[in-house]
């Protein structure tokens, strides 16, 4: 039985047994003899991060024509303030109105926690579904529903026939998992169930023999590139850029999709990840339902990792050759133009921290550019990591430390203290840590920036020379801010906290 | 409470306690809480907050139980008290304080009995109830005030003369939070006050622990920890009085003259710092005079806002800038007393103007209100139009200012288009940078 027919996805400990508390080095990962995963460890000491609600509305914010309803507190959703904004550049950058998104909460209060807040919901639901409109609503499940045994599930299907929207239930529950990245799963789970199978009523009523070639060549030589918002506009030209010099074109799917056309994913001669943490739950699906052949290789970060993808690409369409040429001109011409950057970065040293792929394949970009890349932060591991600790093992002449945690900037802090990096790398709202020890930070990700294909290398190095060039706002702040950790942790071991299997910690 | 809120325009209790408790001096918080809240109300800051994200221990820094299935199973308690053990081992603080999530409340967790185990004189703990679903930010703000005053402020007898205490400025949801708590504390030191506000750069916990010695708590808010001060009453015995967030020369004026009274400071005193203050104010103004009337840039507005914003901000337009307020909207849904109090301070403005006020949560709805105030057009050949106009709220309110033609200035939250750090609107100086912001954006294409 797939995992669709469930009505909630299963956790990624799971389905991936991915975990979330390790300090290792490089070639200890890559070196896991006879241990495809490993423990499930967590820490004695921990800080707040996310949960599987926040990356799902990022990703269910972009879909035009919908709103959102969050069924939980009033705060479960306060993310989308910052969200909305980056939403709002997203849609102008792709030619749409800069607009506001739709949300609302049920704003569950004590009597809904005790007597159950189905009755606000159906009235919620109708509510909405009358005033505002929308094609979609996606009725969102925070924690206490699951609690106070709520069923979204039936009641968006009983309620259906009586409203004029789509509703979509997605599941949301932030104590069901410590793996955020389940939230891709989540949302997939219900465009996968609700979404993809419009294919009778969209056929045309009359067929015409050159359409219907013309139908059959588009969907040979199209391929669904897949985003959760990983990458923003520029990233996407890039890829489509790339794909074009092959003769492909590019679906981008499923952010931004409009929700009345995501079934065009089901029609596309293959589907290719660009970041395996996200998208393996989905693409089985599409291959085993639909007979969409799907890869999942790397992320399109670096030149090595670029040229990777490509190949992959290429060789499912037989178009090995043209790949090859594509990659000599495009790293011939980007090498050369790097070379103004080489004296800058040779011998800097730099610690990365970011999503479980993004860092791996960030550092080995580093790399190329002639930094030492003397540690990596990755918010989780699964088997998808695999490859990438084989491919910077090898890569590198010095062994370095590797530290899976979701955030945990006081292990980082400790980390920076002791290793003393050049630049730092981090996440949205993770270069604060670096910023107050007086380390120059260069965000790893942000929608509005490209960091993906031969053109991304070439402007995160313009980028890192730049922030090089004057390191003066970080310098400053760390003479007079202090971060909230006591003087004594900096002495301290930084894995100390991290509690292994079988309940013992690390030191 | 309605069915749904759209886009709320605050966060839940324990969102409002996590900054409350980041904003106070040497303060660790500890949610006991799922790991996604800490980065939910991070994201909240960094899209509405005026880009403030943080402080010392904010943003993803906060420790937290990050309680899972087991926990829920099973109870939370143990993680807890080893969470709140390896906090105090970590983290540099000299006061924690432990804040309560929706499922840990769910769970019935015993959070009292754990603290009382290991709080210590050098390395207090207090916990304050604050799930997600008790109330909103507001009511957070006021959870943590009250456990402050029953956990950690010290019993005295004595009560000193012109020690005071201040808040009702609630840090982060109010953006300008800085900038409003300084300016009305330097006022108040002009009148030779000794003024304790917790959270602006002259506090200290000290302070703070020694706060039951005042002789008036002052909450400028008709709302925003109005209950503190009912229970700093009930374990001090300190009086308060709530007034309006005082904002420009009027407001403070009245401010000013209230605080004389009730503290019986000689009137010439009072009457004299008025004095002085408006001369500034007016002073500073004075040069605006030929471009404020060669543009004619008096506007018709609508002020959308909280309880204290609402109302602060259409006081100062009505009676100090000479603007004409048409409708005023608390995006809050405050008690049906502080509901009362608010609204009725809207019929007596010093303009004689009647400003249509409503209690609004969803952004959508404002327009309806003001095409009943000020009805559309029909096509008539003449129409006096809503226009030139103003929308004084947050970023959420562009669109209703697009749809106007009018211009527009955030200031609610979130404030998701501006750099906020110590600007503020409070008393005069305030009155001043409200000026240049209004003004500034009617001009900012010229």
């Known amino acids: ?507 | 409470m309605p069915n749904f809120i759209e886009k709320p325009r605050y966060s839940c209790a324990l969102g409002g306690a996590l900054a409350t408790v980041t904003a106070l001096p040497d303060a660790i918080p500890i949610m006991h809480a799922t790991s996604g809240c800490g980065g939910n109300f991070t994201w909240a800051q960094s899209g509405g907050g005026g880009l403030q994200v943080g402080g010392l221990c904010g943003g993803l820094s906060v420790p937290s139980s990050n309680v899972q299935e087991p926990e829920i199973v099973f109870g939370g308690t143990d993680r807890l008290a080893e969470q709140i053990r390896t906090t105090l081992e970590v983290m540099e603080g000299r006061l924690f304080v432990v804040l309560t999530s929706c499922v840990t409340d769910m769970i019935g967790d015993d959070v009292r009995r754990t603290v009382e185990e290991l709080t210590t004189p050098d390395l207090p703990v207090i916990a304050a109830e604050t799930a997600g679903f008790k109330g909103n930010s507001y009511y957070g703000y006021d959870a943590v005030l009250q456990s402050l005053f029953r956990g950690f402020v010290e019993k005295t007898s004595k009560k000193v003369r012109k020690k005071v205490n201040l808040w009702g400025i609630v840090p982060s949801l109010d953006v300008f939070w800085r900038g409003n708590i300084e300016a009305i504390r330097s006022l108040l030191l002009k009148l030779d006050l000794d003024v304790n506000t917790f959270f602006a750069r002259d506090d200290s916990l000290d302070r703070i622990r020694t706060s039951a010695a005042a002789e008036l708590n002052i909450v400028v808010s008709d709302a925003y920890g109005v209950s503190a001060a009912r229970v700093f009453e009930e374990e001090h015995g300190t009086p308060f009085i709530t007034l309006p967030l005082p904002i420009g020369p009027t407001g403070t004026d009245g401010f000013l003259r209230e605080i004389g009274q009730v503290l019986s400071i000689r009137k010439n005193l009072v009457e004299k710092l008025i004095g002085t203050e408006n001369d500034f104010f007016y002073r500073y103004l004075d040069p605006l005079t030929d471009p404020y009337n060669d543009f004619d840039m008096q506007r018709y507005a609508v002020v959308v806002g909280d309880c204290n914003y609402s109302y602060g901000i259409t006081r100062f337009l009505s009676d100090d800038l000479g603007w004409i307020p048409e409708l005023a909207v608390c995006t809050d849904l405050p008690g049906s007393n502080e509901a009362e109090t608010l609204a009725e301070r809207f019929t007596h403005l010093d303009s004689g103007l009647r400003p249509a006020f409503v209690f609004e949560t969803n952004t959508s709805e404002i327009i309806g209100h003001l095409t009943k105030r000020w009805p559309g057009s029909n096509g008539q050949r003449y129409y006096n139009a809503f226009s030139p106009a103003f929308v004084v709220g947050s970023s959420l309110d562009r669109e209703l200012a697009a749809s106007l033609g009018a211009a527009h200035l955030s200031i609610s939250f979130p404030v998701t288009n501006r750099v906020v750090l110590d600007r503020g609107y409070t008393g005069y100086q305030g009155g001043l940078h409200l000026v240049e912001d209004l003004l500034g954006a009617i001009v900012a294409t010229r």
């Open chain 1, 1 to 507: 039985m797939s995992y669709f027919d469930q009505k909630e996805p299963p956790k990624r400990e799971d389905r991936l047994h991915a975990c979330i508390a390790r300090g290792d080095t490089i070639c200890g990962l890559a070196n896991r003899k006879g241990c495809q995963y490993m423990n499930e460890g967590d820490r004695l000491f921990t800080q707040g991060s996310i949960c599987q609600l926040l990356p799902a509305l990022a990703i269910m914010n972009t879909f035009p024509d919908s709103a959102i309803l969050v069924h939980g507190a009033v705060g479960c959703g306060s993310c989308i303030h910052s969200q909305n904004a980056v939403v709002k550049t997203g849609n102008a950058a792709r030619g749409r109105p800069a607009k506001d998104g739709l949300w609302f909460s049920t704003a569950l209060d004590e009597t809904d926690v005790i007597g159950g807040g189905e009755e606000k919901l159906e009235a919620a639901i109708i509510e909405i579904d009358r005033r505002y409109r929308p094609g979609n609503i996606f009725v969102v499940a925070a924690c206490i529903p699951a609690l106070a045994g709520d069923d979204i599930d039936t009641l968006v299907q009983t309620l259906q026939p009586r409203v004029s929207a789509r509703l979509l239930p997605v599941h949301c529950e932030g104590f069901k998992t410590r793996i955020w990245a389940t939230a891709y799963d989540s949302v997939y789970h219900s465009l996968g169930r609700n979404l993809l199978n419009e294919e009778g009523q969209r056929m045309p009523v009359l067929q015409d023999e050159l359409e219907e070639i013309k139908e059959e060549y588009r969907r040979k030589h199209t391929v669904n590139v897949m985003t959760v918002s990983s990458m923003g506009r520029t990233d996407e030209l890039e890829l489509q850029r790339l794909l074009e010099a092959l003769g492909l074109s590019a679906n981008f799917f499923p952010v931004y999709a409009r929700p009345e056309e995501m079934y065009k994913v089901t029609r596309a001669a293959l589907s290719v990840s660009t970041c395996p943490t996200h998208d393996d739950y989905l693409l089985g699906y599409l291959k085993e339902k639909y007979g969409v052949p799907y890869i999942i290789g790397t992320m399109p970060i670096g030149i090595e990792s670029t040229g990777l993808w490509i190949r992959d690409v290429a060789a499912f369409f037989g178009l090995e050759g043209q790949a090859e040429r594509l990659i000599e001109q495009e790293e011939r011409e980007l090498k050369e133009a790097l070379k103004e950057f080489e004296p800058i970065f040779a011998g800097k040293r730099a610690l990365v921290s970011a999503g479980e792929i993004r860092a791996f394949v960030t550092a080995g970009l580093l790399a190329e550019l002639g930094f030492e890349i003397i540690g990596i932060r990755s918010f989780h591991h699964d088997e998808f990591a695999d490859k990438e600790y084989e491919r910077l093992a090898a890569q590198t002449e010095k062994d370095y430390m590797v530290n899976i945690a979701n955030a945990q900037p006081f292990e980082e802090a400790n980390l920076i203290q002791k290793l003393k990096p050049d630049i730092f790398l981090g996440h949205w709202n993770g270069n604060g840590t670096a910023a107050k020890l007086g380390v120059p930070a260069c965000v790893i990700y942000h929608t509005a920036m490209n960091f993906i294909g031969y053109k991304g290398v070439y402007e995160i190095a313009r980028r890192l020379a730049k922030q090089l060039k004057n390191t003066a706002y970080n310098r400053n702040l760390s003479k007079h801010v202090r971060l909230p950790y006591a003087q004594n942790w900096y002495e301290e071991d930084p894995f100390k906290y991290i509690r292994q299997a079988g309940g013992e910690s690390h030191a």
